[in-house]
């Protein structure tokens, strides 16, 4: 019997997240493998443990025979009340007072609509609404405290536990850099340090004292069929901290509003469809009359022959579904669309702000929250005026020094983006003329379906895609780690300020890392060709690389086929990366584990098979989300289903992060953050950018602008039409004036056409500009000046209506500072007045209660 209650026990035990006692909470694991070889390792944990027990911390280690793989120990870490309480005032944790008095206003029109979206209240609102103050030990009575052991929830536990875990020293005589787990596990003393999760996410905790929020988190958020509901918020940032909800409720916010740019994109797409057959250009491109009739001058030297304008009858086609006039509107839409996203974004971050208890949180986290680092790099200490206390800080030569370092590397890794882009342009031009002599007697010409699409331009334009994503992804993959060894080496000051040098140098790469191929494709390509006989070449005519030309269907079709490819190709590789690989390196890591039972599998254990989420987990979901924004505004105007594309892939993305963070990572550290970071100026930077783009790719990229000017101006018939204007749009060259050109198909013509507005020869000014390319360059620069203009009034009226805090969280904020004040003024008066009449002091308690009515008269 006894040995079956030992059994008992130990199985218990192992399944919960109490020590052996079964009372005290387990707040963090550290697990090592112990090296006999490593004295000095031994050691340093040793002095640490010691010095985590002389904080406060109590400490239970499982011994390497209790592992499923017999070499691993794991020490478990309970933070006393004492603790939490001394590090909830040194942190200013706001905590509850008093229950909110404030009625809340859920009258919204059309409520039962949105029933069948709605999650149980107790998912949605897992604690009741308190107003809150920083915690302070001194007066701990104050607060409303139930039971000191579930007063602080876990997630506030954990992040008590990492600030002292980072601050502790591993070395007896206290020497400055000789401190904080983050050393420990980078000089492997330590394998892991993590917080438990508080059940398995398949089902409850049989423990009755463990909450199982992570079972409710699975159930309601984080499978797939719950797509369509709203997203637990409140237990999210409960569970995980606020910085990690602050994240999901962006990217719940912006999936939301994304599906009004779908809608009208799709709108836009449908439109383009349904003017197919009215689509007068492509008719003459595609008619024997006049396509076929038209002879175009070679698109390569020497191995480019003359070809007929009815060949680019399909890509024609396909181009009016993107190049019509319902893509102007669209690039409007997109341009007051994003104003309207950033500027209700910030109404929702700042009810959050509140909800949440971060309004007044950037002071604490600038002033409180060094960086370990810092503290441990920088040996010169200087007075803080505003504390008046000794603070390490960096001198400024140092800083400068650093500084300049990083600058240069992150130019130098530009630079050689930009020399990759290049080769990938040289790759097309070099391509391009291969394709052209392969294709004209190829197979693929003879297929019914398919045979016709399959052009030179298109065969080059995809390889040349493909070729650049598998070299975004390559560049990506070495820059990550070169961005974080220079963030280090500039040793920044705190948390946030790490976060966001990191954040700069990672997007200004990325930026051009994913932009610049559309950029070539949108505004150089087609746009600096010259004419036969004086063609502009990419290294000099010796290079023989002749600089790409548009088709006469234009080159935005180009650009579609671009953005879809890299912007496709990446979503598609980030979701399979962000979940098969965390999955299958979890499946082979407790393989051997799986074999024993559940019961005597520890928790400890089964988190500590799990994948870290690390320090920069949530800095590369908001990166990939921060580029498909640029993507689906910087170039909408070219592809308007691209708003859908980024609609589908977030409504994958929420749940793929939901189900990743609650099954496959360890639980993360908690942390508190106020917004979004420095990508709210990323994104007002990207909106700002998005108008100016449009509008050049409207003008200059897409063929809306010179047929307009034809329509209106140059038209030869008595009412307003587009035939006749290919012919307009195309002018001629004397083919015998052509040197090294492949002469063998002329189809009896002396004369061969080109995309241009330029007089024939024969004429007094021949091969110069006509007066209608002018006609078309003002049209094209003054629609673009009335396109930004009209946009950014319309942005900034809209930005200027919409206050960046609602009128009632404002009412609210401001209600809570003064029962703040009020209830602790009558907390220290309502002390004073027992302590004074305890001793009998009668004068000084009439003094006290005359300044507590002047108090309260003040205030009212």
């Keep these: 019997p006894g040995n079956v209650s030992n059994m008992k026990h130990e199985t218990s035990y192992k399944d919960s997240v109490f020590f052996r006692d079964g009372v005290r909470r387990i707040d963090f694991v550290l697990s090592y493998v112990d090296d006999k070889d490593s004295e000095r390792k031994q050691e340093r944990r040793k002095v640490y443990e010691a010095n985590l027990e002389k904080v406060g911390l109590e400490l239970e280690t499982e011994d390497k025979s209790e592992s499923e793989d017999g ?28 229950a909110n008095d404030i009625p809340e206003n859920n009258d919204i029109p059309m409520n039962w609509l949105s029933t069948p979206f709605r999650l149980p209240e107790h998912v949605m609102h ?3 609404d308190y107003f809150t103050a920083p915690f302070n030990k001194s007066k701990s009575d104050f607060f409303l405290i139930d039971d000191k052991d579930t007063f602080f929830p876990p997630s506030t536990r954990n992040r008590i536990v990492y600030y002292i875990l980072s601050r502790c020293s591993y070395f007896k005589d206290e020497c400055g850099d000789k401190k904080g787990i983050k050393r420990l596990l980078n000089n492997g003393t330590y394998t892991a340090a993590f917080p438990l999760h508080d059940s398995r996410y398949w089902k409850r905790s049989r423990d009755a004292n463990c909450e199982s929020e992570r079972y409710s988190l699975y159930k309601y958020w984080a499978r797939f069929l719950c797509f369509f509901k709203e997203q637990p918020l409140n237990l999210i940032r409960k569970y995980y901290g606020e910085k990690i909800g602050i994240y999901f409720a962006w990217l719940g916010f912006y999936t939301e509003m994304l599906l009004f740019a779908a809608v009208v994109g799709t709108i836009c797409f449908i439109y383009g469809f349904l003017t197919y057959d009215d689509n007068q250009w492509s008719k003459e491109i595609c008619s024997e009359e006049v396509g076929g009739s038209i002879v175009m001058c070679p698109l390569c030297d020497l191995k480019c022959g003359y070809w007929k304008l009815n060949t680019t009858c399909n890509s024609s086609w396909q181009s009016h579904l993107f190049d019509n006039v319902a893509t102007v509107f669209f690039a409007i839409f997109m341009g007051i669309w994003v104003t309207l996203f950033l500027e209700f974004w910030k109404r929702r971050q700042a009810r959050l702000e509140y909800e949440w208890d971060l309004v007044d949180f950037e002071e604490e986290q600038q002033q409180l929250q060094l960086r370990p680092e810092y503290e441990t790099k920088c040996t010169n200490r200087k007075l803080n005026r505003i504390t008046q206390e000794m603070e390490p800080y960096l001198p400024i030569t140092n800083k400068c020094a650093r500084t300049c370092l990083s600058g240069a590397t992150v130019l130098f890794w530009i630079s050689l983006i930009i020399a990759c882009i290049i080769g990938v342009i040289a790759y097309r031009l070099a391509v391009y003329a291969a394709f052209a002599s392969i294709m004209k007697d190829s197979p693929t010409n ?4 398919v045979g ?9 334009s995809v390889t040349a895609s493909c070729i650049n994503f598998v070299i975004i992804m390559i560049l990506n993959l070495m820059y990550e780690r070169v961005a974080v060894w220079i963030t280090d080496m500039e040793i920044p000051k705190t948390h946030l300020e790490y976060e966001n040098k990191l954040t700069v140098k990672m997007f200004l790469f990325q930026f051009v890392n994913y932009y610049s191929s559309c950029f070539y494709v949108a505004f150089f390509k087609g746009k600096f060709v ?3 006989g004086k063609y502009a070449y990419m290294f000099g005519e010796w290079s023989k690389l002749r600089n790409e030309e548009c088709d006469p269907g234009g080159c935005l079709i180009e650009l579609t086929t671009q953005l879809v490819i890299v912007m496709t190709g990446k979503q598609v590789w980030g979701n399979i990366q962000e979940a098969l690989v965390p999955w299958m390196m979890n499946w082979w890591g407790s393989r051997k584990a799986r074999n024993h039972p559940e019961s005597l599998y520890s928790r400890w254990e089964q988190d500590h098979d799990l994948q870290g989420f690390g320090q920069l987990g949530l800095f590369y979901e908001y990166l990939e989300m921060v580029i498909q924004f640029g993507f689906i505004t910087l170039f909408v105007a070219s592809f308007p289903l691209a708003p859908l594309l980024a609609l589908i892939n977030n409504v994958i993305e929420v749940r793929v992060d939901a189900w990743k963070l609650t099954t496959q990572f360890r639980r993360p550290v908690a942390a508190k953050a106020h917004s979004i970071g420095a990508w709210e100026e990323i994104l007002s930077g990207i909106a700002i950018l998005s108008v100016v783009t449009n509008a050049f790719i409207v003008a200059f990229t897409s063929d809306m602008i010179p047929r307009l000017v034809y329509m209106y101006a140059y038209h030869s018939e008595g009412e307003m039409s587009m035939k006749g204007y290919i012919n307009n749009s195309l002018s001629v060259f004397n083919i015998s004036e052509i040197p090294q050109t492949r002469n063998s198909q002329l189809w009896c013509s002396f004369l061969c056409r080109y995309r241009d507005y330029r007089y024939p020869p ?7 500009h006509t007066m209608q390319f002018w006609h078309i360059l003002a049209a094209k620069m003054a629609f673009i000046i009335i396109m930004e203009h009209v946009v950014f009034v319309v942005k900034f009226f809209v930005a200027w209506m919409i206050p960046d805090v609602p009128s009632d969280v404002r009412a609210r904020v401001k209600r809570e500072r003064y029962l703040v004040q009020e209830y602790l003024h009558n907390y220290e008066v309502e002390k004073l007045k027992i302590q004074l009449s305890q001793n009998g002091n009668n004068e000084q308690l009439s003094l006290v209660l005359i300044q507590d009515y002047l108090f309260k008269c003040h205030y009212k």
């Design 126 to 128: 897992p604690e009741p």
């Design 762 to 768: 024969g004429h007094e000014k021949q091969y110069a």
């Design 452 to 460: 016709p699409y399959i052009t030179p331009q298109l065969a080059t």
């Design 71 to 98: 070499k691993t120990y794991f020490v478990k870490i309970h933070a006393p009340w004492e603790v939490l309480a001394t590090y909830a005032d040194v942190l200013k944790i706001k905590v509850p007072f008093k």
């Design 446 to 449: 003879k297929l019914q379906v």
């Design 530 to 532: 010259g004419y036969p």
